[in-house]
């Protein structure tokens, strides 16, 4: 939908992307098995000297209806992956996860183009993962052949905002999805709602059943988090285990958060009162 004052966001854009000011901030996102990091996903930023800061949920639309999600996507491409050499020689290896436009997919070659930018720049395809939404307008199953050859070239891929929007099973049967990620929405209402529990329970049970992991996002609480562990999420990632960060201070948080994962799942009295509170709830 069109905005007023689109006009000149875009032309504020278009500039901001020629003239490199755009930044990538990375969110951890851990395993609940052992809190240990098992990627970051990466986030981009545009903080406009006219505009100040403006959201991707706002610019990011722009682009892809100007023509200019191409041009978008694969600076972030560059900027992850160089940023990952800079980690590996800080001696972090970890996996990227990338947000891709569904309209960056139409173009056949897009899969070899990333291929080679990660050979360029030696980083394993193995370490990608692009995540994807399901648009009202680009159903991912017709990207049914580019999504595989993502899969051919060891490049996991994530169906992002699970259970809102236009996502469906079927997609989830038939497309080469290695990870689920369970909407914030879900898990901001965990807390107060049974249904909410009870949708994640199947959500989960779903995706390990066609062999996918499920990550849980949006979590902000202790509570929140002990539930999506109890309920069998494989991978959180919220603000509790760390807002979206610059660069530099990944290793530094790694560090940190080593230190405080014990106590963010230690607790076992709550623990055990989750389970007995679970059971009652799959009891009905
Ligand atoms: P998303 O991929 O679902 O990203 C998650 C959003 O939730 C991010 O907002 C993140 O900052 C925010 N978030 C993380 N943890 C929490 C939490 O605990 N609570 C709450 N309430 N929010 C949390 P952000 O960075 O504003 O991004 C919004 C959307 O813009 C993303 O949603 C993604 O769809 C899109 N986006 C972001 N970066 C890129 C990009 O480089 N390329 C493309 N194509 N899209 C992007
Ligand atoms: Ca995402
Ligand atoms: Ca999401």
């Known amino acids: ?22 930044n990538m901030v990375y969110q951890p996102k851990v395993s609940l098995r052992d809190g240990h990091l098992t990627r970051v996903e990466a986030l981009v930023r545009w903080d406009d000297p006219e505009f100040g800061p403006v959201e991707p949920s706002r610019f990011v639309p722009l682009a892809e209806q100007h023509g200019l999600i191409d041009d978008l996507t694969q600076w972030g491409l560059r900027t992850i ?7 590996r020689e800080e001696g972090i290896d970890t996996c990227l996860a990338f947000n891709i436009s569904a309209l960056s997919l ?8 990333v ?20 648009g009202a307008t680009q159903p991912l199953i017709k990207l049914m052949d ?3 050859r ?21 997609q989830l049967r038939h497309l080469p999805f290695t990870e689920l990620k ?6 901001a209402d965990l807390g107060r709602s049974r249904d909410c529990r009870l949708i994640i329970q199947a959500v989960v049970d779903l995706a390990h059943g066609l062999g996918l992991s499920a990550t849980a996002e949006g979590v902000e609480t202790v509570e929140q988090l002990r539930l999506v562990h109890e309920l069998g999420c494989d991978v959180a990632q919220g603000y509790l285990i760390s807002p979206p960060l610059p660069p530099h201070m990944l290793g530094e948080w790694k560090r940190d958060f080593r230190k405080r994962w014990p106590s963010l799942v230690g607790n076992d009295e709550l623990a055990l009162w989750r389970e007995v509170e679970l059971d009652t709830l799959r009891e009905g």
């Open 150 to 170: 993502f899969r051919i070239k060891g490049i996991g891929l994530a169906i992002d905002d699970f259970g809102t929007g236009y996502s469906s099973i079927l």
């Open 182 to 187: 369970i909407d914030q929405a879900f898990v």
């Open 106 to 113: 139409q173009h056949l070659d897009f899969p070899d183009l």
């Open 81 to 87: 992956l160089k940023q990952w050499i800079d980690w």
């Open 1 to 22: 939908m069109r905005r007023k004052g689109d006009g000149k966001l875009l032309a504020g854009f278009e500039k901001a992307l020629e003239g490199q000011r755009l």
């Open 115 to 134: 291929e080679r930018m990660c050979r360029a720049l030696d980083v394993p395809t193995d370490r990608l993962v692009l995540e994807l939404t399901e």
């Open 146 to 148: 580019t999504l595989t």
